[in-house]
């Protein structure tokens, strides 16, 4: 992973000083280990902050709503589906986009890690191809990467991305997955009651703090329904009820959308896995309309399509 470091900064440097583009999107080291942020760069100097590792998993698609300049970017699996998107959606145009991209081995689950070292203090991740080494104040451990990759990434099917301007490194194998909805077709056999605990206790640890909504590239309205107040859509409280009205409207706005990033439930800061009312609707957007989000830019979503000749009675 750590070896394509390299090649986007010398990409991002050239791409600067031609003139070609006036900001380039990628990832620089965050403040804590194994939260890598994303960086604007408008600087040619400043290329050295860029890097990729096993913790760029942040959505940069999210930055690119309604820019008005010519933009680089790079771009994995996941995230060339939500530029994808986002050209369809009309929140930038492709001809302002520089697509640099990468094969993506998967990224690391930073909860996974602090829970395997007993969450005491993480000061470092240093990255050794297939392994990762984790430091603190007196321990040192490590680790294979491949038990410790976040889950979208486990059922990940793109992992390079789906459209770009130039490629740094082979694409990866995409592979054959058993099944990637096992764990929704399980909450699907729950009887109502069931499913409803399933998820109240889900949510039961949310505070409202729209980490989950910021992350998300798919979040561009200007005011979300939750923060508008004329008319107040959902209380503003921690009631269960507000808080699963929340996540149920934020999951059906993605629906036929989210490209199961995994952005959301990255930030959340007390471990929800949200994904699991997106996932729902990736599932049936798949079983319903063959319909994955992202992967091409000649068709229209599902739920932005008419047909007059649509075989539902509620279309008349
Ligand atoms: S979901 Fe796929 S493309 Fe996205 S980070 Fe994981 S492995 Fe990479
Ligand atoms: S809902 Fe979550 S997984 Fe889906 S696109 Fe948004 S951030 Fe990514
Ligand atoms: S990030 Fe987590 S705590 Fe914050 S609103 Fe989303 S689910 Fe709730």
Redesign the pocket.
Same mark, same amino acid.
């Given at each position: 992973m750590e070896r394509y470091t390299e090649k986007i900064r010398e990409r991002a440097r050239d791409l600067l000083e031609s003139g070609k583009v006036d900001v380039f999107i990628g990832y620089s080291k965050g403040s804590v280990p194994m939260m890598n942020r994303p960086a604007l760069i408008r600087e040619p100097r400043e290329v050295n902050k860029l890097l990729w590792d096993n913790h760029c998993?942040l959505n940069l698609c999210n930055y690119l709503t309604k820019r008005t300049e010519k933009i680089g970017i790079i771009a994995?699996?996941?995230n060339s589906r939500n530029i994808v998107t986002h050209i369809l959606e009309n929140q930038i145009k492709r001809e302002q986009l520089y697509i640099v991209g990468i094969p !993506?081995e998967?990224?690391v689950d930073h909860r996974a890690v602090a829970r395997a070292v007993g969450q005491r203090d993480i000061l470092a991740v240093e990255g050794l191809g297939e392994e990762f080494l984790v430091k603190g104040k007196d321990f040192e451990e490590r680790f294979t990467k491949q038990t410790f990759l976040?889950r979208?990434?486990v059922t !990940?099917r793109?992992?390079n991305p789906v459209i770009y301007d130039e490629m740094i490194g082979e694409p990866v194998e995409e592979g054959e997955l058993p099944n990637g909805y096992a764990d929704v077709e399980a909450i699907e056999g729950m009887s109502s009651d069931k499913k409803w605990a399933f998820f109240a206790q889900l949510i039961s640890r949310c505070i409202r703090c729209y980490a989950c909504r910021n992350a998300c590239p798919l979040c561009y309205c200007p005011t979300c329904f939750v923060d508008e107040s004329k008319p107040q859509w959902v209380g503003k409280s921690s009631d269960p009820t507000d808080t699963m009205t929340f996540h149920l409207l934020r999951a059906y706005h993605c629906a036929g959308r989210c490209t199961?990033?995994?952005a959301c439930e990255r930030v959340c800061p007390v471990g929800i896995s949200m994904r699991q009312f997106t996932r729902k609707l990736n599932k049936d957007g798949e079983t319903f309309f063959s319909w994955e989000a992202g992967l091409t830019l000649e068709k229209r979503p599902p739920l932005d399509t008419y047909r007059p000749d649509d075989y539902n009675d509620f279309i008349k």
């Open positions: 998993a994995n699996g996941c !993506c998967g990224m976040q979208n990434c !990940c793109h992992h199961d990033c995994g």
